[in-house]
Each structure stands twice: as structure tokens, then as C-alpha cells.
């Protein structure tokens, strides 16, 4: 089944204690992201990553990192969380070309707390 | 700022009512309009989309009308039905730079049986 995995779906943290979400998708996609969702404010994209080993911040990069050593896999670090990261984020990926409309796909999403 | 504004934020329908969803957008480079639809627990998922050259896209109950003039756009479902109880996503992209997709606020849609 093409899909794209996160994990964990719920984790609750303190402040300052690092911590990864991972993402993976089978279904061969260059490109991937990361977005973060609060009410009112729709989806905010985080970091974005075009294929492998290029990345690029989106509208929200403060306080997050990434990584894409593999073309399946774009996990997302949050170094010293901070209780404004306390949000469901999300994992997308599609693929991409010289001009896109692709369809994103998403991940079931992962809800951090962070106390 | 918001690039996309979407309203309402809620709206309560009638089983077998029309659900409207509107949209504004500023960026005139903006040329392609995607809707996403996501359940609760899930992820978002395209549900139908739009490209300027045209002024609506119908599919099945869902259609998009889009005025590029007033650079808004908006979403109908006809004939709602409970299991179209979700929230929807107005979303925006620029085709030349690549897959980035700005989203709306999103509006909670429930349908009463």
C-alpha cells in the first residue's frame, strides 16, 4: 500500500529534551515536507526537501532541523523543544518537476506536547 | 500575513444542504488551487483542484469556482452528506517554484443528519 509513515503518532515532552519524528514513503517521491498544524492558522510548512541531500526551510524553520540521507526518509529534530512547538505536525511527499501540480500526500500526523 | 484566507471557520449544514467555503488569495503568481479534506485522526487528502484557465471544475458533489479577477476561489458541496463532516483546506501554489503549497486556515464542516 503507498503511504507515507510517521512516528510516533502521540508524544508528550519536556522542555529541552531532544527528540526525532521520523517520516517514510514508499512511494518513491523526490520531494517531502514537514508541516505544522495549529488552529486557525491551516497547515505551516517547516522544512522542505527536494530530493536527496537538499533541503530548504519553509515559512516556520525556527527550532526544527532536518535531514534526507535517504529518498524515503525526512526526519524531523527538534533540538531543545519549547512549549510553542506544542502542535500536530505533518509529513508530505510528492513528486516533483520543473513546473508541479502534484498531489501531496500526508502522513496520519504526529501530535507533540511539550510541557 | 496570511496569503490564503479562508472563511468560515465552521459552518453547520443540513443533510442534503449546500456547504460554500470561500477563499482569497494575494499573490497573483499563484496558479494552482488544490482543496484538501481531513478527517479527524487523519491526514489531509486532495480531494479536487483548479488551474486559472478555468472558471469551475465539478467533481461528483464537489465543485470549485474560481474568479481570478477578485482572486478568490470557493468550494460547494452539494447534497452534503454526514460523512462529508471534516475539515477542508483552501490551498495555494506557485507550478514554476516547485511542490509548495500555502494553505488556508481550514473550515470545520458538520453535517447534521
Known amino acids: 500500500e503507498a503511504q507515507v509513515t510517521q512516528n510516533p503518532r502521540y508524544l508528550i515532552t519536556v522542555t529541552g529534551k531532544k527528540l526525532t519524528v521520523t517520516c517514510s514513503q514508499n512511494m518513491n517521491h523526490e520531494y517531502m515536507s514537514w508541516y505544522r498544524q495549529d488552529p486557525g492558522l491551516g497547515l505551516r510548512q517547516i522544512y522542505y526537501s527536494m530530493n536527496v541531500e537538499v533541503t530548504d526551510k519553509g515559512d516556520v524553520p525556527e527550532g526544527y532541523k532536518v535531514s534526507r540521507k535517504e529518498k524515503r526518509n525526512f526526519p524531523l529534530i527538534l533540538e531543545s523543544p519549547s512549549p510553542n512547538q506544542t502542535s500536530l505536525y505533518f509529513c508530505?511527499?510528492?513528486?516533483?518537476?520543473?513546473?508541479?501540480?502534484?498531489?501531496?500526500?500526508f502522513g496520519p500526523g504526529t501530535r507533540l506536547t511539550v510541557l | 500575513q496570511q496569503q490564503v484566507k479562508q472563511s468560515p471557520q465552521s459552518l453547520i449544514v443540513q443533510k442534503g444542504g449546500i456547504s460554500i467555503i470561500n477563499c482569497a488569495y494575494e499573490n497573483t503568481a499563484f496558479d494552482y488551487f488544490p482543496w484538501y479534506q481531513q478527517f479527524p485522526g487523519k491526514g489531509p487528502a486532495l480531494l479536487i483542484a483548479i488551474r486559472p484557465d478555468v472558471s469551475e471544475k465539478k467533481e461528483g458533489r464537489f465543485t470549485i469556482s474560481f474568479n481570478k479577477s477578485a482572486k478568490q476561489f470557493s468550494l460547494h458541496i452539494m447534497d452534503s452528506q454526514p460523512g462529508d463532516s471534516a475539515t477542508y483546506f483552501c490551498a495555494a501554489s506557485i507550478g514554476a517554484a516547485g511542490n509548495k503549497l500555502t494553505f488556508g486556515g481550514g473550515t470545520r464542516v458538520l453535517v447534521k443528519p
Open positions: 508530505a511527499s510528492s513528486f516533483t518537476g520543473i513546473i508541479s501540480y502534484n498531489e501531496q500526500f
